[in-house]
């Protein structure tokens, strides 16, 4: 489905370049989007006091998960807060590879977004090499089961889970339906399984991992996901506009 789309710009595009791109792009959303979320770098975050509104909000792309303290240049969920944010990816395959950061390590973040009444997109998926071993779901399980530890049912409606396998994060490789429908299912059997059938149901998955304009209309046609993840062609308005128009 296309409810939610987020965009992931990632360490690209100063402030400016950002103005730029606000003002090139027309949201023209049909009916099925409700949802847009532009996940920029910490220094463009305060234009979510300017663009935000029903359909747009921004994200953090991280977030420490202490509240303040010696954390030389680190970022903390007030500061994010302050600007009115709603969001942040949390768990991010970029992160966990280049920063060390773990499951534990993760689930304190959530705990400190939900805290401050964000929604945590929680990133899971698995390299190629665990998918080729079969080992998809025990990556899945692991991953949601750490990260969601003390996680309470009722707070399941601030998290959104992001299935984006490895293999497919900035590697032109898009995952085929069928693969992005199977685990959108494990990834619902496991919240199932740790709280009940209807968190499963009622839980959001997005897909992420090399989504663009041209292939984007297939991936929309998955019932079992809620939305997409969009990294580097969220990084060109015009090519966004297709994906969201
Ligand atoms: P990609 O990135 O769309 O460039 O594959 C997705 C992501 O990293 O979230």
Redesign the pocket.
């Given at each position: 489905m296309k409810e939610i789309v987020i965009s992931?710009f990632k360490m690209n595009m100063t402030d400016g370049q950002i103005v730029e791109y606000f003002s090139n792009i027309s949201i023209k959303a049909d009916k099925t989007l409700k949802k847009l979320v532009f996940c920029v770098p910490f220094t463009s975050l305060h234009f979510a006091e300017k663009y935000q509104n029903d359909l747009i909000s921004f994200g953090a792309q991280n977030m420490h998960e202490e509240e303040f303290g010696s954390y030389t240049g680190e970022i903390s969920a007030n500061m994010i807060d302050e600007f009115g944010v709603k969001y942040v990816l949390l768990g991010?395959s970029e992160r966990r590879k280049n920063f060390n950061e773990t499951n534990e390590k993760i689930n304190k973040k959530i705990k400190t977004a939900l805290k401050h009444g964000m929604t945590a997109i929680l990133c899971v998926g698995e390299t190629l090499q665990q998918r080729k071993r079969n080992q998809t779901y025990e990556v899945l399980r692991l991953q949601i089961g750490s990260g969601l530890d003390e996680i309470y049912e009722n707070e399941l409606s601030n998290i959104i889970i992001a299935y984006?396998p490895i293999w497919?994060?900035?590697t032109g490789k898009v995952a085929e339906n069928k693969d992005i429908e199977e685990a959108s299912l494990l990834i619902k059997k496991i919240i199932s399984e740790h709280y009940s059938v209807n968190a499963g149901n009622n839980l959001k998955i997005v897909y992420?991992?090399?989504?663009n304009s041209k292939n984007c209309k297939q991936i929309f046609k998955i019932k079992t996901i809620s939305g997409v993840?969009?990294?580097?062609?969220s990084l060109d308005s015009k090519e966004f506009e297709k994906i969201i128009c």
């Open positions: 992931n991010h984006e497919a994060v900035g992420g991992g090399s989504v993840l969009i990294g580097g062609a």
